[in-house]
């Protein structure tokens, strides 16, 4: 493993979520984290926060599939899920839903939500408790 002197300077920037259908998604999602559109195009909407941090952006996939939560053998699974800090499970749940997320089937804790997005993603709102 290389001395930390020796890497080069990374800095993750962005998570890209694939669509058939890029706006529906990328609105669901600023609107869901009442974050800003940074910069859009036809096939692809970039997303940040007022303050800064990680991005999240949308691109266009002809060929997406929805992916299957819990994960099943032979079927398209997720590729990345995103993990959303709430306050208030109950609330965020209710935001999320009124936004058009769904409740997946499997909910393996009681204190995370597991909800699909529009195009199926699966992201979890989780409880911050002190």
């Known amino acids: 493993m290389p001395e ?3 890497r080069p300077d990374l800095t993750l920037t962005t998570v890209n979520l694939s669509a058939r ?6 609105y669901f999602y ?10 859009e195009e ?3 909407i970039l997303l940040r926060a007022e303050g800064g941090g990680v991005g999240l952006s949308v691109e266009h996939d002809e060929a997406f599939q ?17 993990e959303i800090r709430v306050t208030d499970l109950d609330a965020a749940q209710a935001h999320a839903m009124s936004l058009g997320a769904s409740l997946a089937e499997h909910q393996p804790q009681d204190d995370v939500r597991v909800c699909l997005d529009p195009a199926g993603h699966p992201f979890c709102l989780w ?3 002190p």
Do not use: K, N
């Open 4 to 6: 930390p002197q020796d």
């Open 21 to 26: 259908d890029v706006r529906p998604l990328a």
């Open 30 to 39: 600023r609107d869901l984290l009442g974050w800003e559109v940074a910069a």
């Open 42 to 44: 036809p096939e692809w």
């Open 66 to 82: 929805r992916p299957v939560w819990p994960s099943r053998t032979g079927e398209q699974t997720l590729q990345v899920h995103l």
């Open 127 to 129: 409880l911050d408790s």
